[in-house]
């Protein structure tokens, strides 16, 4: 960036800033519209694709440097002053505006002073008065941002207070408010406060930051003197509604900064909590686990088996069933003729129990189940034999969906109580002010 700005020779002294601003007074057709010559927001031609760079991309701008030369010195300085006059200089001279005020604005504030010498370069180059004094406003706006009041105030005397001419009368106020605002900054620095004076000048400077468009600093600044003058910070507004008109956007970012890092806090927690909720309440159904225990006191064809079935570890009944002869799948017929099986155990006389805690579609482990039974009533001289059936599956499935179901609606509503409902000290201070 240094090596480009250099091409561009800075002044060695200042022009004559009064004559400039006389030279400015009254000049221009109206206040109440923009003369084409000095419309600084309409883009020249040819730069439409490098007109918005983004703040601090340096490389960006990099190609203005080219057609600032150009605009500047077409046949050299002295060729360029020489030149006719009429509608092809005045465009020249507000291309070569623009594109100075566009590298000012895309520079941070510590480097924007790279922007002066094409500044003053651009302001010896004008021959319209108005294009001048616009310069000079430029220039000052570049020692505002870098800090350097005084220099700013040097060069806004290059402008003439309330100018004929919109364009540059624009220009006069925004130099004005920025320079008031950086004036501010100064007069409220990092210095030691009185209690008493602390809460009103804090909200100065906060204000300040923020018409300077530093937004960031302004949240920065705010956040102390909302965590101790909270309960005064509504009143201290109203009594200065205008000159602290700024902290209310403060307020409000800082409001919207404090709901979005809530929103995923709540979510989760939510998520968590209606989550075990509906996972206690399908796994009591879904997650029973049913141990079945065959057992035969003497070799024989009979044997009893036990049922124990269990939630979440705990056993919540205990059933005995006599004279086992077998056990068999049992089919189930369900909506459109969807299939399920369960295990049923068979007694000598022929009576069926079903331990299976839901049915299942896997078939072949129900078969599985069933010959585990049927093999140990075979063998005569087993003495026991043990297995649980779970439905794991089921299980899983059916958490999933009760958890969408139930948590979607829930997430949906969270959102809508945030949005409605301030959250923070920020919120509490813009609330106390609407009820004013």
């Not at 002066?116 to 010896?124: D, M």
């Amino acid at each position: 960036m240094g090596c480009r700005c250099g091409a561009v020779t800075p002044l060695e002294a200042r022009p004559d800033l009064e004559a400039v601003a006389a030279a400015a007074r009254g000049a221009g057709p109206t206040r109440n519209a923009v003369s084409a010559a000095h419309d600084l927001a309409r883009i020249p031609s040819g730069l439409e694709k490098l007109a918005f760079p983004a703040f601090g991309e340096l490389s960006a701008i990099e190609p203005l440097f080219a057609e600032l030369r150009a605009a500047l010195q077409p046949q050299g300085t002295e060729g360029y002053r020489r030149a006719a006059g009429g509608a092809e200089q005045a465009e020249r001279e507000r291309r070569a505006l623009w594109i100075a005020r566009l590298i000012a604005a895309v520079l941070p504030a510590e480097r924007v002073l790279a922007a002066r010498p094409i500044a003053e370069q651009v302001l010896e180059s004008c021959r319209d008065p108005v294009n001048r004094a616009l310069a000079c406003c430029l220039l000052t706006r570049i020692a505002t941002r870098a800090g350097d009041v005084d220099a700013a105030h040097a060069w806004l005397s290059g402008c003439p207070e309330a100018p004929e001419e919109l364009a540059l009368d624009s220009a006069w106020r925004e130099c004005r408010v920025f320079l008031f605002a950086h004036l501010v900054l100064q007069t409220v620095d990092e210095r030691p406060l009185a209690p008493a004076n602390e809460l009103a000048l804090g909200l100065a400077r906060v204000a300040a930051l923020e018409r300077s468009g530093e937004a960031r600093q302004a949240s920065e600044h705010l956040m102390p003197l909302l965590d101790v003058f909270e309960l005064d910070m509504a009143d201290a507004l109203r009594r200065e509604p205008e000159a602290l008109a700024p902290v209310r956007q403060t307020l409000t970012r800082r409001m919207a900064e404090v709901r979005r890092r809530a929103m995923p806090k709540l979510w989760l927690y939510g998520l968590g909590v209606v989550s075990a909720l509906i996972f206690g309440v399908v796994a009591s159904y879904y997650g029973r686990v049913v141990k079945v225990t065959c057992t035969r006191d003497a070799p024989g064809p009979s044997c009893e088996c036990s049922i124990e079935t269990s939630v979440w570890g705990q056993v919540t009944s205990t059933d005995l069933e006599r004279n086992i002869r077998g056990a068999k799948r049992r089919l189930h017929v369900g909506n459109k003729n969807k299939k399920s099986y369960s295990l049923a155990l068979v007694t000598s006389a022929g009576a069926e129990r079903v331990v299976s805690p839901v049915p299942t579609s896997d078939q072949e482990q129900v078969d599985v189940d069933a010959a585990r039974v049927n093999d140990f009533v075979r063998n005569e001289s087993a003495r026991q034999m043990s297995f649980a059936l779970t439905n794991d599956g089921s299980l899983l499935v059916a958490a999933v969906l009760f958890t969408l179901v139930f948590v979607l609606p829930f997430i949906a509503v969270a959102r809508f109580v945030i949005g409605r409902r301030p959250r923070g000290a920020a919120a509490r201070v813009l609330t106390a002010l609407e009820r004013s």
